[in-house]
């Protein structure tokens, strides 16, 4: 007698191995509020403690960006080819993984 499971059929004397969630390993750690990041005007600003976390510039030209202005001009440079570039591979769902 052959079940299915979502790794496929059970086959008779074959242990099928479960995969166990770890969606708690995959999750980045949790923001706090006055030390990462705090709210103005309804929006969230993140401090320059977050950024230094995070370790490296992602070219928005954050208010407390502590990297150098060569390296925020650089990341704003890569952050608007990637845009123009995604402009034109079209939709996400007609995108290859």
Excluded: W
């Amino acid at each position: 007698m052959s079940t299915h499971h979502r790794l496929g059929p059970a086959r008779k004397g074959i242990e099928v191995n479960r995969v166990k969630p770890v969606d708690n390993l995959l999750r980045k750690p949790m923001l706090k509020e006055g030390e990462d990041f705090y709210y103005e005007n309804g929006l969230m600003v993140f401090t320059e403690t977050y950024h230094q976390k995070r370790g490296y510039c992602c070219g928005s030209l954050c208010r407390h960006c502590p990297f150098p202005k060569e390296v925020q001009q650089e990341a704003v440079k890569r952050r608007s080819q990637r845009s123009i570039l995604d402009f034109f591979k079209g939709p996400e769902k007609d995108r290859e993984p």
